[in-house]
């Protein structure tokens, strides 16, 4: 009977979650929209107890303020539009790979041993390939070798800390799984203070709202 309501429970959430993922979007297929930002910034708002009183506060996404870029040409300015663009249409992929790294992580935590998580491992290196490959043939060669460098950016936060955790046969395979897909390694540097600073400063702002 137990297994019987533990099937119909599953099906109830199962049916839901089905009816989204065939609604769904993905950002490789959505259109870019150069005028607007990509992601909504996030506004909280709230009280504190100060002196006896409740003041209240309002919290904000951080503001990015660089210098106005410079540009010599018109290919200058080109690149550049090309860049904005790029970040615009795999940030969210690479942020989708960092999800999946975290509930990946945190899912190993509940397994019994080795033999459990690399099991499972494979299954999430299967499901990868399967789910990942068709859609990053959307993407051109330059947002392909972007995006690389974005889930290295993103795994490199506190998650990327989880990852190093791992065991090191199932990190292998995480990252395996990944450069089979994107055809390269995810071990690619991200230089946020040399080569890659102006995709720094544009990662930030359109994170922000701002772009």
Same mark, same amino acid.
């Given at each position: 009977?137990?297994?019987l309501?533990?099937? +119909? ?17 993905n ?10 930002? &990509? ?15 409740q003041?209240?506060?309002?919290e ?12 010599k ?32 992580y ?9 033999k ?8 999430v290196?299967?499901d990868?390939?399967e789910?990942?490959?068709?859609r ?5 060669? &330059?947002?392909?070798?972007?995006? +690389? ?9 506190? &998650? ?31 230089d946020a ?19």
């Open positions: 009977m137990r297994l309501q533990l099937e +119909i429970a599953m099906m109830v959430v199962a049916v839901p979650l089905a009816v989204a993922a065939q609604n769904r979007v950002p490789e297929d959505r259109e870019v929209d150069m005028d607007h930002p &990509s992601f909504v910034p996030t506004v909280k708002m709230g009280d504190i107890s100060y002196g006896g009183e003041i209240p506060y309002i904000t996404n951080n503001v990015y303020v660089f210098p106005a870029p410079e540009f040409n018109e290919k200058q300015r080109q690149k550049y539009n090309k860049l904005v663009y790029n970040v615009k249409k795999v940030l969210p992929i690479a942020k989708e790979a960092n999800k999946i790294i975290i509930e990946t945190e899912y190993l935590e509940t397994l019994p041993n080795k459990a998580k690399d099991a499972h491992m494979k299954l290196e299967k990868i390939k789910r990942y490959t068709p990053m043939k959307k993407l051109t060669y &330059s947002q392909g070798k972007l995006l +690389i460098k974005l889930i290295y950016r993103e795994c490199n936060s506190s &998650s990327y800390q989880l990852i190093q955790s791992f065991l090191g046969p199932v990190k292998a395979g995480f990252y395996q799984a990944f450069a089979w897909v994107f055809g390269a390694s995810l071990k690619k540097d991200y203070q040399g080569e890659d600073k102006m995709t720094e400063q544009v990662v930030l702002q359109v994170e922000a709202g701002q772009l």
